[in-house]
């Protein structure tokens, strides 16, 4: 445990020492969630509880910057960035990755695959050109002698309401290639969210997945949300284990009891593709935000 904590006071202090003397900008946010849960392969009405902090420092020196963030007193990210006119140039040696978004499945949500590129120390390049924004991700491994990189890229649109995207993975250390795209649109109190990806496994065929999600503000201080995630046969197939395709639905209603007090009521009902019968989980819970 003394290790660790000197391990991270040093991940700290080497941050934010390109700060110089300037004092370093902090933020904290906290939450305390309590109420009753249940599904349909198990128990209902169970008391659940969660609650956790979050504290991040920041600080510049010119165009650099530091930043350091801390979950649950864990440290959960540290980087540096260099900020230029023309580009953005960000340093993190905690983890950097890039994924498929929302998109999921069976051998996903068991850590046997890897949608999009591993975490690890890299570089993320941002380029942004007035409503259209570039990006490069390239993070890598030792092994013996041996140094595997991983690469990413994507492209950004916003115009107005409309949102566009398209990110592509290449994993070296899986030999896997994937790549995503995304239409985001809102209009008054509706947003409407799109992604559709492909995840290619080494020697394997090209599998695919989407999301969807619609959001819908009812009233003020009150909130709704269902989505949908499909992942097919292939797809759901990707770790070698034979499997249907994948499906996920959930909805919740949020709405606000007092100032930062609010009442969430969600259920999420998943087909994992092996041919059990689908679960159905559902909660219903108060929480407070610090």
Do not use: H
Request: aromatic content about 10%.
């Amino acid at each position: 445990m003394r290790k660790i904590l000197i391990g991270t006071l040093v991940a700290c202090m080497s941050l934010l020492g390109l700060a110089g003397m300037a004092a370093a900008d902090f933020s904290w946010s906290g939450w305390v969630d309590f109420g009753i849960t249940g599904t349909s392969d198990g128990a209902s009405g169970v008391f659940a509880d969660s609650a956790g902090i979050d504290v991040e420092a920041t600080a510049t020196s010119g165009p650099w910057s530091g930043t350091v963030a801390f979950e649950d007193f864990a440290l959960d990210d540290g980087f540096i960035t260099y900020g230029a006119d023309a580009f953005d140039l960000t340093m993190n040696p905690v983890g950097i990755d890039s994924d498929l978004g929302e998109i999921t499945c069976a051998p996903a949500e068991a850590d046997s695959i890897i949608l999009g590129i591993p975490s690890n120390a890299g570089l993320k390049l941002e380029v942004p050109t007035g409503g259209i924004d570039f990006f490069t991700i390239v993070n890598n491994v030792g092994a013996g002698d041996d140094v595997t990189f991983n690469y990413a890229g994507g492209v950004d649109f916003a115009m107005e309401a409309l949102g566009l995207g398209l990110v592509y993975n290449s994993d070296q250390e899986a030999e896997s290639t994937s790549y995503k795209g995304e239409v985001s649109y809102s209009i008054d109190d509706l947003a409407l969210l799109l992604q559709y990806g492909s995840f290619t496994p080494e020697g394997g065929d090209a599998g695919a997945g989407y999301y969807f999600e619609a959001a819908y503000t009812i009233a003020e201080g009150t909130t709704a949300l269902v989505s949908y995630i499909g992942a097919d046969d292939t797809l759901n197939s990707a770790d070698g284990v034979t499997r249907d395709a994948f499906s996920e639905i959930y909805g919740e209603v949020v709405t606000a009891l007092a100032d930062s007090v609010n009442l969430t009521i969600d259920v999420t009902s998943t087909d994992d593709g092996s041919g059990a019968d689908s679960v159905t989980a559902w909660e219903a819970l108060i929480g407070f935000s610090i």
